[in-house]
C-alpha cells in the first residue's frame, strides 16, 4: 500500500483534489489530506469547506511518502506556490525520485522550481507559461518519469486512475474504473 499525501489549500479546485482521493482510496492505498492553511479546514475554490486528516505543521516527517499531489484551481495552486515548508518538502521529494502529481494549475509550483526542466508537462491552458523548461503537451495527462501532470477539472479522474497504475496491476484499475463507470463513459 502506497502512502500518498494531497496538500490543499484555500481555493483548491474541488473535483481536482477529491476524485483523485477518492479513486486512490477506493484502489486500496493510504490517502492523507494535509491543509496548509494553519487549520484543520480548507475552503474550496467553489466555497466548500473540507476538513483535512492533517494540517501541515503537524505532520513530523513527509519521507515516508509515496506520492505527493498538488491540486489545481485559483488562488488554490498560487497559495500552494507561496508555502515555503511545502516547497522545500517538494524538492527532497522529486530529489529522492518520488512521485509527484499536479493538476490544472498546479504544476506551476513545479515549473517554478526548475523541477520540470527537460520534462513533458500538461496544466490548464493560460499556465503553460509556468512549466520552465518543459515541453507541453496539451495531453489531458502527461506522465514524465517521476512526474504526472494533468490539465484541468475534466483530467481528475484520469488523473486519478493513472497515479494509481502506479501501484497496483492495470487489471485492479481497470475493475475501478468499470466499477465507477467510468469505462462505460469512455465507450460513449
Sequence with gaps: MAK?????????????AL??????????????TVSITGSEYVESAHGVEVKADVWFETVEWFGDA??????????GAANLDQHHQLVEV????????KLIGAICA???VLGRRGLLEGRRATCYPGFEQYLEGAEYTRELVTEDGNI??????AAAFEFGYRLL????????????????RYAHLMEQ
Design 4 to 16: 500518498i499525501y494531497v496538500f490543499l489549500a484555500n481555493g483548491f479546485e474541488d473535483i481536482e
Design 19 to 32: 476524485a483523485p482521493v477518492d479513486i486512490l482510496r477506493r484502489g486500496g492505498q493510504e490517502v492523507v
Design 66 to 75: 509515496d506520492l505527493l499531489i498538488l491540486p489545481g484551481g485559483m488562488p
Design 90 to 97: 517538494l524538492y527532497r521529494h522529486f530529489g529522492e525520485g
Design 106 to 108: 498546479a504544476p506551476l
Design 148 to 153: 504526472i501532470t494533468a490539465e484541468g477539472p
Design 165 to 180: 497504475a502506479r501501484f497496483v496491476p492495470e487489471e485492479v484499475v481497470d475493475a475501478l474504473k468499470e466499477g465507477m
